[in-house]
């Protein structure tokens, strides 16, 4: 069964737009990362090991909550917290919160690849994955 997914295009394109991203781009990001699930979910206990685990002062639940990634672009806990995010963290799972999120995290590795796509998606990711920019960008098409 097809889902509709429209409504939450027109959003991905309008959160795209907000920081003058690419739509289509954002759509093929989100597609990759969550296939449209507002409620997509994935922890990383790796992460929780290496990034999450030295910090001191956090409460089991905000430690545990940084390790997860959440929502339409997946946009880890830790991430949506380095960028100034208060509030609590599975309302990442609300589309217009966690793409104004994800969006303003994507903007920030764009610049630091000096606009370079390709390098961009790959900081994104993490790196671990170097199909990752060829996966994302052959989903383009079909948001232009």
């Known amino acids: 069964m097809q889902t509709d997914h429209s409504n939450l295009i027109i959003l991905a ?3 795209a737009g ?9 759509c093929a990001i989100v597609e990759q990362e969550s296939g449209w699930d507002i409620w997509a979910v994935r922890y990383e206990p790796a992460f929780y090991i290496h990034y999450v685990l030295p910090q ?6 905000e430690a545990y909550g940084r390790a997860f990634s959440y929502g339409l672009l997946q946009l880890m806990g830790e991430v949506a917290r380095e960028e100034g995010f208060k509030g609590p963290l599975p ?5 217009e919160i966690g793409l104004d999120w994800g969006c303003t995290h994507f903007k920030r590795k764009l610049v630091s690849a000096e606009n370079n796509v390709t ?14 920019p060829t996966q994302v960008q052959a989903r383009i098409s079909q948001y232009q």
């Open 91 to 95: 309302s990442l799972h609300d589309p």
């Open 119 to 132: 390098k961009a998606l790959l900081l994104w990711n993490g790196g671990n994955n170097t199909a990752y």
């Open 13 to 15: 394109k309008q959160m």
């Open 18 to 26: 907000k920081y003058a991203l690419d739509p289509a781009l954002i």
């Open 56 to 61: 001191r002062g956090l409460t089991a639940t």
